[in-house]
């Protein structure tokens, strides 16, 4: 089951969206204001979200600049009442996959969203290396600098980033990362993918205990936003 969150502050299209994309087999998270918005959005894992222009407390572009600049890659369709073309070009501009002008017929924008939900591309898969800020990894060596400064990673923690950085932008869950990384012969506890993570946060992170690269998604596991 697909899930998408609805950013929209109209009381009566929160409804009928809601109901509707229920009934066509999605599960529907919604928030009615901007802020709350952008937070569920880079914390929780979406495969879509339907975003308004015209919210409270942040509008819809500085939501989607703040998504796109936190490295949250989940597609976005622009729902707004505005019609300008130079409305749309911002949007898309600034990293929107579609734009649904109101009122729209609802067999529309659900071809829209079945349409983005089915391009959404495959993690991409680094050849020779990546950098996000001061940290730079190089796969072919499974060498890492910050700043310069060769960090000492275990080759554990090393395969563990390595996984973070070729599914940047998904949810992983502990499960996953203990078949991916561990191996399925390897049996070790759920509370040692937790460890990992902590000693990798010490390694890469300006600031481990308010770490934004390797998130923490609430009972569903962590997320690499680097």
Not at 41 to 51: G, T
Not at 92 to 119: C, N, Q, S, W
Request: glycine letters at 6%; aromatic letters at 8%.
């Amino acid at each position: 089951m697909k899930r998408l969150l609805l950013v929209e502050d109209e009381p009566g299209l929160v409804l009928t969206l809601r109901d509707r994309l229920i009934r066509e087999g999605y599960a529907i998270e919604t928030s009615i204001d901007g802020e709350s918005g952008l937070e569920r959005a880079s914390r929780e894992a979406f495969d879509l979200v339907l975003l308004d222009v015209m919210l409270p407390r942040l509008n819809g572009f500085d939501v989607l600049r703040e998504l796109r600049k936190r490295g949250t890659e989940t597609p976005v369709i622009m729902l707004t009442a505005k019609g300008q073309v130079v409305d749309k070009v911002v949007g898309l501009k600034l990293g929107a996959d579609d734009y649904v002008t109101k009122p729209f017929e609802m067999v529309e924008l659900l071809a829209r969203i079945e349409a983005k939900l089915r391009r959404v591309p495959p993690p991409s898969h680094p050849a020779e290396g990546y950098q996000f800020d001061d940290v730079r990894v190089d796969f072919r060596r499974a060498e890492v600098t910050k700043a310069g400064a060769p960090l000492d990673l275990s080759a554990r923690e090393f395969q563990l980033l390595k996984y973070f950085i070729e599914h940047r932008g998904a949810t992983l869950t502990r499960e996953e990362l203990l078949n991916e990384v561990w191996g399925y012969n390897s049996m070790p506890s759920t509370r040692t993918v937790d460890v990992h993570v902590a000693w990798l946060r010490q390694k890469i992170e300006p600031n481990p205990r308010h770490p934004q690269y390797v998130l923490t998604i609430h009972r569903m596991g962590y997320k690499f936003a680097g």
